[in-house]
């Protein structure tokens, strides 16, 4: 006889005996009306030790006794850590097809434990078996007897039978998640074989192919998008490429800063879609059509969304919370911190216990139990570039790491409910949670969703004008504002002001003398490539120093491009990209305008139109007299580099350029690569630094966050600055400008003459 397979953790000797009797009873049933010889007999074989119970007859009460244990075991949220137990103790009604699927599930568990000793798949299993019983007490009882196919027949025609429902148009969704995990395992055990054995959550990147070192990688990447329970769901493919340009500022930053080269939907394949809908064109084209009108709704990100909960609904919600703490504790604590951490179950989930803030250094989310002398800290640390540098590099830059910390009020006034770790079973805890709301949508008629009340906290600071990149922070969501995120460094204050913001108005309505136990908002983390002040001036006088006394005109000419280079990056944010600023076509310098395009990898236009800073147009001028001196200078000497200047001049070629380093001095187009060899001597940093540091400035300077996004070029799709659902206007955008202006006063970057007035 094999070893025996163990189902359950140990548990009181009278609980034991109990669960033993059960098993017995489930497995002589299961094994008396089976038609699958084949599994029939491996019990036999090798589980025999179960067919035989601690009694000879079933004692008085034998029944109200496995109730009783499986109301101690949710009482105690065990269901996680006793999940075979739990579902021993159901009881399904005699008359039901799920009677007989009792022996079916835990004959299978058995034998699938013996052959794979994998637990999380019987755990899945066993407990959807559970919940099926629960639903058919509640609802779908006539659906269940219709679908679900006899426990009698052998595994093949039960895999074939459920897999003929799941292909039907008007397969009901809630049967569906009970029966896969449950067909899971009897397809394993009658294969002999473990299939699809995949992690839960995002799927892993695939490459595409095979590439050296040396070449640039394109690679599809796959995730289940996050909708809402009312939304079509969909999986998300987003196809990245990197450039040269990551060689001289970080890849992750890169990603982020710049829209994937392809991104497109594949709306059919997931899991909870009937498969009905993908062998259908017709249906296909509807689907798609309606899970792109719901992105488009969502990355509009309009305050006027249907799918936001109203002031009504959040103080029923909260009202709820109130009044069922004591007899649902677990649920209404859940539900609360979704709705004050803006966070869905499942992150709430992920997120570790821990004694105290400086116990906490790696990227994600963490929480503490009265620590502090508050009931929660919830704590998130972005997972951002270190931008560690070497020797004196260092001293250059302000890098700091805070974290972000939320002060989580209590939800009684001057009354401190006891705080319960969070366990880390999404399966196990959504039914509870899914089930409450449903009980307050019925009693009180609103229309509450767990993902409707994590999403709440980021649309009501969206509504009241709050920069993406602090909600970002706020919900632990990077995806907000992803390329924001990467950029800025943040203050305690600004988060702080923001999350006050939301206690104030949602909160303190409904729960009066709200109780908050504040920290220090005094901290700064985020980006940490932030260049100090004093080192910018300092490096803008070591450009301009290279210009005095120096005799050569090829050798000044390619530090004067630089010099002007750095001053207008600094002044507008672009990117360090291959022939920056394109030509003169793209300047306006009566009107004190630019148009930049240094991100067209979208299927729509990226670029936008900023305003200069009056340095920068005052800047552009003086080159410009420069490249005409230049002309007249080379006009003979170097003929093709004049005539390369006259339509530089005439706005049909890039303004801005080097002339090669060797005695043709050819003209050299702007690359990140030579601008990075030309300065590495000296400032041996990112490329991008400016674009960190203009976005931190003009962050701390109270400017809105959808203006900065526009300047920046980091709005999302279907949020771009002065389009079509834009309340920008250029008047905000001469606002960031004459911001920078006296930035740059301050700083002392100054505008340069060229040649002529170093040469008399």
Known sequence: MNKKVKLWNKLPHEDEQLLLGRMAEILTFYLQHSQDSDLTDAIKLHHSDYLVGPYKELPPGFYSQLDALLAKIAEKRELTEFPTAACLCIQADESSVLFKWHGLVISTALEHLRLFSDPSRVASAVNAYRLFVSLEQKKHNSEINKNVPSASLALPEIVKAINTYFEQPDVILPLKRRLQPIRRIIEDVYNQELKNKRSRGVSAPITLKRINKNEEKDSVSIKQALVDEEEAPYLEFVETVTEQATKTINSHEFTADNAPKTKFIQAATDSSVSKHIANSAALSAIYARTVANQIERREKNLTSSWSSLTEHEIAILLKGIQDFSASHPFETQLIYLMLVTGRRLEQLCTAELVESFENFNKAGDAYTLNAYGNWYYWIYLPDLPKHQQDGKLRKLLTQLSAKVILPIPYFFSGVQPPAYSIKKDTVELKPYVDEFLAYLNKTYSVRLTASRVADYLSYFLHRNGVDDVVIALLTGNPSIQPAGIYYQQFNGK?????????????????????????????????SKLQVKDKVITMFFSHLESKLSNNPNLIDFHNRYTLYVLYLLNFSTGHRPVNDPFEDLKSVDLYNEKIFISDKEVRDVDASRTLVLPKIAAEQINAYLAHLAVLKEHL???????ANYLLRALDGTAPFLFFFSFDKRNAILPITPSIVKNLISDVFALPLNWHRHYLRTLLSNQGITGETIDTWMGHAKPGQEGLAKHSGLSISSLKKVANCIQLEMEKLKIKKLDGWSAYHD
């Open 635 to 641: 006009f003979f000497s170097n003929p093709d580099a």
């Open 494 to 526: 600004q988060l702080h002001e923001a999350y006050d913001l939301f206690i104030t108005a949602v909160l303190k309505p409904s729960i009066p003398n709200l109780q908050v136990n504040p920290i220090n908002p005094a901290y700064l983390g985020g």
